[in-house]
C-alpha cells in the first residue's frame, strides 16, 4: 500500500471514508450513487449518464480486465459507450492494478489519472452503498491533499447540454432514416440501430426536428433531471402529432412521458445495476434489464392515451410505456445493454417493424 | 399451477461417491421443502440413511431401497405418485429416470415427469444429440465424432489431429474421460471408455482455455435468468469438480460475460428445460471464441455451489417451477419482498476449492485432470480473491495455513508439477514463486489466468515485506490490516513475525490486533449487494469493511453449533445430518441457533436451518472472532466431527463455554497415553500397543505380542498411515520406504487380533450416566477399518454376554469421564474377550444410522442434555425390534486410476448406505444392491486368498452350485474346489502367458461378479491379485474383497428372490 496515497469521499450526511488514490491525484464534488453490476466498468464510465456522479461499484474487486483498446467502427470506439468518461470520481473497494486480458491496452488506474477522473480503493463499499440506500443519493465530495471542494448537485444543472452532440452527424447508410435525439446516448444504441439497416441521424437535444425527414424518431438516455431538458419536450409534444414511430430509452422514456404531460419524480436512489427484472405489463413474459436512472414516471400521471408497457418486479415503479393507438413506446431501462444483459434487443426488432409497417401504410 | 399434482415421488442419488456427494442432499432437501410448501405429499427414494432428507420431518415416505428401474417401479406401483422428480438426485436419479421413461413404467403407472422433459434429458446426455441440438441454433461446440468402435477412434482423432480428449457418454463427472497425445495412450483410453458405454466421443482438445459455467434457469413462460456464473481458476483440461472455481468470473469483460449469458439463455430455451441447467463452457484466453462443453440438465455440484454463493436456492425455486410457477410468481427468499425472477448481485467472491484425500489409497496417481478424484469442496466468501484463496487453502484441512506459511513443502520438479498438476498444485506455485518464477513463466507452465497468479504473488510479495518486521511492535497498522485484507491468519503473522512457538504466539497477534481495533467485519450475502434491505441471516467476516450489517444482543440466549467441514473420507453427511439435528434442538428448545461451516454441499450451510449461519472457517482464530461478537450460551463440539473436537481444549482455554462433556475429558480420552491408563484404572482391556521411536525397538515388542502389528507412523511419506504387517520384512519395508521412525515422529505399535468380531456402540450419556444407547456389529472381522465396514443393528451373531459387557463398560466410561452427550466406542470380541479400540466423546459416522434404525434421535437427546434441559429416557431397547438395519460402503475406486481396491484398517469408501428388512439376509442384500452391487447372473470368478478364506467360503460355493452359477477359479481356488468336489473352469493368472486368463474373461466381460481375497494384510502392487481387483473395478465388475461379507452377500441372494423383497417404508418398519 506504501505505493498509494491516502484519499478520502466525504458524503453530505458527515460519513467519512478513507482509502487509497488510484486514479488521478486531486478533489472533486458530485452526486454519489452506486451500481450493482459485476461487470462492465469501461461501459459505465463512458456512459454520458453519468455526468457529474460519483460512482460507487458494490462488486469489490475492480480493474481485472483493465481498459480495452480504441479501436473506432463508424466513427465510434468499438468497446467505448462514449467519446469519453463522464463520472467525476470512482470509489471500489479492491483495486486490481494488474490486469489481465487480451483485449487490454492499459490500466484503469492509468486510464483515469489520463482523464483526471480521481479513484479511491480501500472503503467500505457496502457500507456506503447502505447508507445511500436509507438515506437516499447524497452529495459528496473526494478529497485529496485536504484540499476540499465545494458541494455540487448535478441534478440543478442542464447535464444534456454538456453530453449532447454538438452539431448533426450522420452514421450509417441503412434503408430506414431515425433521427435519433442525442440526450447523451450511448455507443450501442447506435449500433443497434446501425444493425438493423438504418441511416442514424443524431442531433443535439434541441434540434428543430420538424426540419428533418426520419423514419423513425429515437431519444436516446441522457444524465440529470428530465424537467431540465425543456427543449426535447416541446420537440416530442410535436412529434406527438404525428403517425411516425417513436422509441425512446431510459431518459427518453422519461421525456416522452413529460411531453405526455405526465409526471416525473426522483427515485430515492436509483437504479442502477444489471439484474432489475421487468414484466411487460398484462403478460407473464419478464426480461432482466440493465438500468441506469435516478428518476422515473409517475405510472398514476399517465393520461389517457399511454399505458405502462413495463413494470419492475422488485418496486413496482414504471420501466416503459406505450401509446395506445399510435407507434410509440418506451422504456425506463437499457435494451441496448453494454453492459449487462441482452434480453431486450428484440425490442429494436419491434421498432424497425413499426417503422415497416407505418411506411406501408404512409 | 395448471394441473392439480397430490403426490410426487422424489429420487435421491444414494450413496455418496466420488462425483456425486452431499450436494444432492441439499438439492433433493429443498426441493421437498417446495413440495411440502405446496401442500404436496412427498415420496423419497434414498438408501442414504444418514442424509437430511431421509428424515421424517422433512419427505412424508422414505423408502431406503436401491435407485434402480426395478425397486423404483416396485414403489410406483405402491405409491401411485401423480409425478416423478428426475432432476434432484444426480446422475445416479436421472439415469434411472430415463431407463423407466424408456421401458414405459412411467407411461404406464401414469407418473408425470415434472419440470424438465424426458426427452430435454436424453438430448442433453447423448452427446452426438447434444452436439446436433445445439447445432440447429447455431451454438458451437467442440469438433467431434461419436464412434463404437477403437478403430473409428483411431480414423477420428487422425481427422482432427493430436492431442485430442476422449470421453465416455452417459457417465458421472467424466469417468472414462481423458487426454491422449497420441494413438497409444487413445488404444488404452478408448478400451476403458468402452467398459462404461457402448459410444465414446473423440474431441479437439482445447486444453489452456478457460472454463466459464452458468447456472441457468427456466420456467414454463419460457422466462429465464442466470443465476450466477462461475470461472474455474484451473484452464480447460482439469475436471471442475477438480480445480479451484470462483463465483463471479473475473478475468471476462462485460462483452464476454454476455455473450456466453445469452448463449445460455438460448440454449436452455431451445433444449425445452423446465427448472434449472447448467452449462460448461470453454472460452479462447485469446478472443471471444467459445464452445460449449456440455449441459447438464438437473440440478449439480456446481448449482448446489452457485445457491450457496449467491444465496439463490436453485433447488427449492426449481422444484417450484417443476409445479407450474412462473419465476415472477415466486419472491426472493433473502429479501422476502423482490421477485425471484432477478439475477443476484454479489459484492463479495467466493472460492470453491476442492479436498483429496489421496492418501487413503494405494497405488493411486496424483494427477488431476479431466476425472474425478476430489471427494469434497470448501467454498470460502472474501472481498479480495486472496482473502478468498487464503481462507479456502486453509478450510481444505490439510494442515494448509494459507497460500503461504506452510513448513515442511518439498517438491522435486516444480516445472513438472506445474505443467502436470497434481492436488498439491496451488502450493507449487508458492513454491515456484519461491525459487524464482515470475508470473509469466508459470502462467507459460499452467495456463492459469494470469490475473489469478499476480493475486497470488501479491500474497507471496505481503509475505516477503512481512518477514522484514522484526516484531509485533513494530508492525505498522496499515500494513498489518493490509495483510487480513489478505487473508492472513494470527497463525500465518505469527509464524512469519516471530517464529517461534506459533501456537502461543498466534495468541499474542490477536491481542495485539484487536488491541490497534484491526478486527473483521461481519456481512450479510443478500443477493442484491445491499441494494435493497434484506433480514438475511447468511453472513461471512472479512477485514474488507469496516461495519458490521448486523447486530449483536450479548444475552447469551444463542447457541453456537461447529459444523463439519469439508468431506472427507472419513467425515461426511453423517456429521451434517447430526449438525442439523443439533440446530434443530436448539431452536425447539428456545434458543436461537448460530452454525458456523463452510462447506458449500450441505444442508446446515442452508440458511433457513438455523438462525445465524456464519459461512467461515472452522479454526480457533474465526470461532472465537464470532464468539467475541455473539456471546453465546455457549458452543456444541460434539456434532460436526473431529474438526470441532479438536478446537474443544483450545476454546476451553480460553474461557468458551464449550456444552456437553468437559473438553477436560474429550482430551483424556483423545490423548492415547491418558485414554490408555484410564482403561487400566477401570481394569477395561485393550489391546497392547507402546509408542516406539526405532526399528530395534518396535521388534522387541513384536517379541512381546506377536505379529502381526497395527502401526501407526506419525510421519508418512506415500500412501497410507496406518498398516499391518505381518513379519519383520514387511515392517523394513513399511517403515524404511513409506514412513518414518525416529525419536521426532514416534510410532505406534499395537498388538493386531486376527479373527476378531468388531462391535461399536453408539451412545449418549447424561452427567456421567448412560442415557441411550445403541450396539451394532460389523459383518467383516475386525481390521477392515469401521468405515468401511458392513454394519448390522441389532446385532445378530454375538453373545448375549458380550452385549452385557459392551453395555458396562460403556457405562463405566461414560461416568470416569463424566460424558454429557453423544460417544462412540468400538471393541474387538473373540469368545467373550473383550477389548476397547477406541472411543471418541463426540457423534460418530453411525449416529443417524442408528438413530433411524432404532427410531430415536440420539442427537436430539444428546442436545437437550448438552442445553441442560429436560429429556426423555428413551424405554425402546435394541431387542424389541423386529426388523434389522444394515449399513454398507460405498467405494469410489473406479475413480481413482490404479489404486488397489482393497479394504485395510484405513478407511477408503467414500459414502455409505442403510438399508432396513426383515431379516438379516434381506437387509444386506438391499444394502449391497443399493451400493451398486448386481446379483450375479451366471459366472463367478473366485480367487479366495489364504487358506482360512477358502474355508470360509466353502458353503458360499455350495449354494452358488446349487443355484447353477458358473464357477471360475484361479490356481489354487480350483485345486481347493476340486478337493471339494465342486466344478470350476481353471484360469491362468493375469502374468502367466496362458489361456484362458482371468484377465481376458474379466476384459471380455464374461464374469459378472468377482471375488478375489488378499492373501494377506499388506497391500501388494502390482500384484497378479492387484490386476484382478483393479481390472474388475476398471470394467466396471461388481467385485468383493472379504470373505465374510462375500458369503453373506452370496447367502443374501441365493436365499432371496428379487422379486420377493418386501417394498417396505421406513414408517412400515415398526
Partial sequence: MMEYKKIRLKLEDGNEFEGYSFGYEGSTAGEVVFNTAMTGYPESLTDPSYRGQILVLTYPIVGNYGVPNEEEENNMFLFFESHTLHISALIISDYSAEYSHWNAQKSLGDWLKENKIPGIFGVDTRHITKLLREKGSMLGKVIFNNEEPEWYDPNQDNLVEQVTVKKKEVYGNGKHRILLIDCGVKYNIIRYLLERDTTVIRVPYNHDITKEEYDGLFISNGPGDPKLCKATIDQLAVAYGKDTPIFGICLGNQLMALAAAADTYKLKYGHRSHNQPVLQAGTNTAYITSQNHGFAIDNDTLGKDWEPLFINLNDNTNEGMKHRSKPFFSTQFHPEASGGPTDTAHLFDEFIAMIEASKQQG | MTEKINKVLILGSGALKIGEAGEFDYSGSQALKALREEGVKTVLINPNIATVQTSSDVADEIYFLPVTPHFVEKVIQKEQPDGILLAFGGQTALNCGVALYESGILEKYNVKVLGTPVQAIMDTEDRELFAGKLREIDVKTPKSFAVTTITDAQKAAEKLGFPIIVRAAYTLGGQGSGFCNNPDQLQILAANAFSYSKQILVEESLKGWKEVEYEVVRDKYDNCITVCNMENFDPLGIHTGESIVVAPSQTLTNSEYHKLRKLSIRIIRHIGIIGECNVQYALDPYSEDYRVIEVNARLSRSSALASKATGYPLAFVAAKLALGYGLHELKNSITKTTSAFFEPALDYIVCKIPRWDLNKFS??????????????????????????????????????????????????????????????????????????????????????????????????????????????????????????????????????????????????????????????????????????????????????????????????????????????????????????????????????????????????????????????????????????????????????????????????????????????????????????????????????????????????????????????????????????????????????????????????????????????????????????????????????????????????????????????????????????????????????????????????????????????????????????????????????????????????????????????????????????????????????????????????????????????????????????????????????????????IDLAWPDEDKKPNVLDHIAGGQIDLVINIPKNLTSHELSNDYTIRRSAVDYNIPLLTNARLASAFIYAFCKIDLEEIPIKSWREYK
Fill in chain 2, 363 to 984: 497405488g493411486v496417481s496424483r494427477m488431476i485432470d479431466s476425472s474425478m478424484k476430489s471427494v469434497g469442496e470448501v467454498m470460502a466468501i472474501g472481498r479480495t480473491f486472496e482473502e478468498a484463496i487464503q481462507k479456502g487453502i486453509r478450510m481444505i484441512g490439510q494442515g494448509m495455513h494459507g497460500f503461504v506459511g506452510n513448513h515442511n513443502l518439498e517438491f522435486e520438479d516444480i516445472e513438472k508439477e506445474l505443467v502436470e498438476p497434481t492436488d498439491m498444485r496451488i502450493l507449487v506455485i508458492e513454491k515456484a514463486f519461491e525459487k524464482g518464477y515470475s508470473v509469466d513463466q508459470v502462467h507459460e507452465l499452467t495456463k492459469i489466468d494470469r490475473w489469478f497468479l499476480v493475486k497470488l504473488r501479491n500474497i507471496f510479495n505481503l509475505k516477503n515485506t512481512l518477514e522484514k518486521v522484526p516484531s509485533l511492535e513494530k508492525l505498522e497498522d496499515d500494513l498489518l490490516l493490509q495483510a487480513k485484507v489478505a487473508g492472513f491468519s494470527d497463525f500465518q503473522l505469527a509464524r512469519i513475525i516471530l517464529n517461534g512457538n506459533v501456537s502461543e504466539e498466534m495468541q499474542l497477534v490477536r491481542e495485539h490486533r484487536k488491541k490497534r481495533g484491526i478486527v473483521p467485519s461481519v456481512k450479510q450475502i443478500d443477493t442484491l449487494a445491499a441494494e435493497y434491505p434484506a433480514q438475511t441471516n447468511y453472513l461471512y467476516l472479512t477485514y474488507s469493511g469496516k461495519q458490521h450489517d448486523v447486530e449483536f444482543f450479548n444475552d447469551r440466549q444463542s447457541v453456537v453449533v461447529l459444523g463439519s467441514g469439508a468431506y472427507r473420507i472419513g467425515s461426511s453427511v453423517e456429521f451434517d445430518w447430526c449438525s442439523v439435528n443439533a440446530l434443530k434442538t436448539v431452536n425447539e428448545q428456545g434458543y436461537r441457533s448460530i452454525m458456523i461451516n463452510y462447506n458449500p454441499e450441505t444442508v446446515s450451510t442452508d440458511y433457513d436451518m438455523c438462525d445465524r449461519l456464519y459461512f467461515d472457517e472452522l479454526s480457533y482464530e474465526r470461532v472465537m472472532d464470532i464468539h467475541d461478537l455473539e456471546q453465546p450460551k455457549g458452543v456444541i463440539v460434539s456434532v460436526g466431527g473431529q474438526i470441532p473436537n479438536n478446537l474443544a481444549m483450545r476454546l476451553h482455554n480460553s474461557d468458551v463455554k464449550v456444552l456437553g462433556t468437559s473438553p477436560v475429558a474429550i482430551d483424556n480420552a483423545e490423548n492415547r497415553h491418558k485414554f490408555s491408563m484410564l482403561l487400566d484404572d477401570l481394569d477395561i482391556d485393550q489391546p497392547r500397543w507402546r509408542e516406539l521411536t526405532s526399528l530395534e525397538g518396535i521388534k522387541e515388542f513384536v517379541v512381546e505380542v506377536g505379529y502381526p502389528v497395527l502401526v501407526r507412523p506419525s510421519y508418512v511419506l506415500s500412501g497410507a498411515a496406518m498398516n499391518v504387517v505381518s513379519n519383520s520384512e514387511e515392517l523394513e519395508h513399511f517403515l524404511t520406504l513409506a514412513a518414518r521412525v525416529s525419536k521426532q515422529y514416534p510410532v505406534v505399535v499395537s498388538e493386531f487380533i486376527e479373527q476378531a468380531k468388531e462391535i461399536e456402540i453408539d451412545a449418549v450419556a447424561k452427567h456421567g450416566e448412560l442415557f441411550s444407547y445403541a450396539i451394532s456389529e460389523h459383518v467383516e472381522f475386525a481390521g477392515v477399518h469401521s468405515g468401511d465396514a458392513t454394519i448390522v443393528f441389532p446385532p445378530q451373531k454375538i453373545y448375549f454376554e458380550t452385549v452385557r459387557r459392551i453395555k458396562k463398560i460403556a457405562k463405566q466410561l461414560a461416568e470416569a469421564l463424566e460424558i454429557s452427550g453423544p460417544f462412540n466406542m468400538q471393541f474387538l470380541a473373540k469368545d467373550n474377550d473383550i477389548k476397547v479400540i477406541e472411543c471418541n466423546l463426540r457423534a460418530s459416522r453411525s449416529m443417524p444410522f442408528v438413530s433411524k434404525v432404532l427410531k430415536s434421535n440420539l442427537i436430539d437427546q444428546a442436545t437437550r442434555i448438552m442445553l441442560d434441559m429436560p429429556v426423555e429416557k428413551p424405554h425402546k431397547s435394541i431387542f424389541d425390534l423386529d426388523y434389522i438395519g444394515c449399513k454398507a460402503p460405498q467405494f469410489s475406486f473406479s475413480r481413482l486410476k490404479k489404486a488397489d481396491p482393497v479394504l485395510g484398517v484405513d478407511m477408503s469408501s467414500t459414502g455409505e448406505v442403510g438399508c432396513i428388512g426383515d431379516n438379516y439376509y434381506e437387509a444386506i442384500l438391499k444394502a449391497m444392491l443399493s451400493v451398486g452391487y448386481t446379483i450375479p447372473k451366471n459366472n463367478i470368478l473366485l480367487s479366495t486368498g489364504p487358506m482360512r478364506s477358502k474355508v470360509e467360503m466353502i458353503n458360499s460355493c455350495r449354494m452358488l452350485v446349487e443355484r447353477g452359477y458358473n464357477l471360475f477359479a484361479t490356481h489354487g481356488t480350483h485345486e481347493f474346489l476340486k478337493l471339494n468336489g465342486f466344478d470350476s
